[in-house]
């Protein structure tokens, strides 16, 4: 009964999210640009209503693999990400990102990823941008034997095309980033091989247009058989609202079991304004 119960109020606040949110009129008359790179518009220019967030915000119901520790399948996970100018082309961006275990008794958090950083921001005109080069930190504020952190440097240059007539599969524009970054090392907590499972880049892929958002990430391990891929995907039903799908697999989709491995797939809502 308390299962159902949590499942009900799950699908009540989304149902709110939807209603408070969602606004009059069709999508395509009048919405509003919510491209991560609006405040450099090359990306999109000459288009105003892109769906390319910079990290979603949403909210999800999950099942797939157990659980490392509490052996459970299903799980709530929201990410919550703000960026802000500083002074351009100065960034700063903000990314929370929890697991909430609805199926134990108490329905604990099992971890959160706080995750701050600073960056440039240089979108120069040329189809190959310079894009960002940032530091960051990431961790999940626990003490102990649990305890997660690191600190990184990182450039992530992209490749952007924007298709000047018709669509690839339905998307406007196609982009690639590549990420990579080196570790600063310093105190290691629970977690001096991080590279290993999260190595030391990230490649994207991703596809969008006024409606649909379409991204697949990859990272490998330094180690031969560890690394992750996600798959993202955004459908977009009002100015400031989009059903959200996710499938993630290979290790590190919590900070705090970022050696262990899991198969998952989720769906629910995300912001897209």
Do not use: C
């Not at 008359?29 to 999109?44: K, V, Y």
């Not at 950083?117 to 102990?144: A, P, W």
């Not at 649909?212 to 490998?220: E, P, Q």
């Amino acid at each position: 009964m308390r299962l159902r119960s949590r499942y009900l109020i799950f699908a009540l606040l989304s149902l709110v999210a939807i209603a408070i949110t969602a606004e009059a009129g069709d999508i395509s008359n009048g919405a509003s640009a919510i491209s991560a790179n609006r405040d450099s518009s090359d990306d999109i220019k000459g288009k105003t209503s892109e769906l390319n967030p910079y990290k979603p915000t949403y909210i999800i119901l999950q099942a797939g693999t157990p659980d490392p520790r509490s052996k459970n399948i299903i799980f709530t996970k929201f990410q919550i990400n703000i960026k802000l100018p500083v002074a351009e082309p100065l960034f700063f961006a903000y990314t929370l990102k929890t697991l909430w275990d609805i199926t134990e008794d108490s329905a604990p958090f099992k971890d959160y990823s706080h995750n701050p950083e600073f960056f440039l921001d240089i979108d120069n005109s040329n189809v190959l941008k310079i894009g960002q080069i940032g530091v960051e930190h990431e961790s999940n504020g626990k003490s102990g034997e649990d305890s997660r952190s690191w600190n990184r440097v990182y450039w992530e240059p992209r490749f952007v095309y924007n298709r000047p007539a018709g669509k690839i599969l339905g998307f406007d524009t196609v982009a690639v980033h590549l990420k990579g970054w080196y570790k600063i090392e310093g105190d290691q907590s629970g977690n001096p091989d991080i590279l290993d499972y999260y190595g030391n880049g990230e490649l994207a892929i991703k596809l969008y247009s006024e409606r649909d958002y379409l991204a697949v990430k990859a990272r490998k391990g330094l180690k031969k058989a560890y690394g992750n891929i996600q798959v993202e995907f955004i459908h977009r039903i009002s100015e400031s609202l989009g059903i959200y799908a996710q499938f993630w697999d290979g290790y590190g989709e919590s900070l705090l079991d970022y050696n262990k491995g899991t198969t998952r797939y989720g769906i629910g809502f995300a912001l897209t304004k």
